[in-house]
């Protein structure tokens, strides 16, 4: 079965999980669990080579963080794998705080940010720094963080972020242009 084929049985099984009816989220698992695995091992890709978190841990501990949730009103599809990307961040900066408190100051997970996000290709940024620049940018400006969120930590297209964030494509380019800008000066200093 392609994603063609589960797309609008996801979004009706999550339309159902917004009206209340939680049975269906045991049956929404294995539409959702690949393009979940695809997007942990995107993210575990960034982290450091000797990371000990796997990538179908960290896909179970965002599913049980979403399934955990009392009331969502999920838009569609998208917007789940948006709130799941987020869901992940979340857990690999908390590993990532948890980590350096166990080692008390000890280097921090380095990620590599990817040439669309940085300038320099070879540059590493921890995933803690990252966060907290993440954090500033949301209080100027939540939509440029939000974008940044969709295109780097989902991989999702800017068509699929305009569209998730109700803008144009043209919108979405320019807002992921400036969010690099920013994001590579802070990063840097």
Same mark, same amino acid.
């Given at each position: 079965?392609?994603?063609? %084929? !589960?797309?609008?049985?996801?979004?009706?099984?999550? =339309?159902?999980?917004?009206?209340?009816?939680?049975? #269906?989220?045991?049956?929404? @698992?294995?539409? !959702?669990?690949?393009?979940?695995?695809?997007?942990?091992?995107?993210?575990?890709?960034?982290?450091?080579?000797?990371?000990t978190l796997q990538t179908t841990a960290l896909v179970h501990e965002?599913?049980?963080?979403?399934?955990?949730?009392?009331? !969502? *009103?999920?838009?569609?599809?998208?917007?789940?794998?948006?709130?799941?990307? =987020?869901?992940? +961040?979340?857990?690999?900066?908390?590993?990532?705080?948890? $980590?350096? +408190? =166990?080692?008390r100051g000890g280097t921090e997970a380095m990620i590599p940010l %990817?040439?669309?996000?940085?300038?320099?290709?070879?540059?590493? #940024?921890?995933?803690?720094?990252? %966060? %907290?620049?993440?954090?500033? @940018?949301?209080?100027?400006?939540?939509?440029? *963080?939000?974008? #940044?969120?969709? $295109?780097?930590?989902?991989?999702?297209?800017?068509?699929?972020?305009?569209?998730?964030?109700?803008?144009?494509?043209?919108?979405?380019? $320019?807002?992921?242009?400036?969010?690099?800008?920013?994001?590579?000066?802070?990063?840097?200093?």
């Open positions: 079965m392609n994603q063609r %084929d !589960v797309g609008p049985n996801i979004t009706e099984q999550l =339309q159902n999980w917004s009206d209340g009816k939680t049975e #269906v989220i045991d049956e929404l @698992l294995p539409l !959702v669990y690949s393009e979940l695995h695809r997007l942990a091992s995107a993210y575990l890709r960034r982290e450091r080579a000797n990371h965002a599913y049980l963080k979403l399934a955990g949730q009392e009331r !969502v *009103e999920w838009k569609n599809r998208g917007h789940f794998f948006a709130i799941a990307a =987020q869901a992940m +961040r979340r857990i690999l900066v908390d590993y990532a705080k948890n $980590r350096n +408190r =166990q080692k %990817d040439e669309a996000l940085i300038v320099a290709a070879e540059t590493n #940024v921890d995933i803690i720094a990252l %966060d %907290d620049a993440l954090r500033r @940018l949301a209080e100027s400006d939540p939509q440029q *963080e939000r974008l #940044v969120e969709l $295109r780097y930590f989902a991989g999702m297209s800017l068509e699929d972020t305009a569209s998730i964030l109700g803008i144009s494509r043209a919108t979405a380019a $320019r807002e992921w242009a400036m969010a690099k800008a920013w994001l590579h000066r802070e990063l840097t200093q």
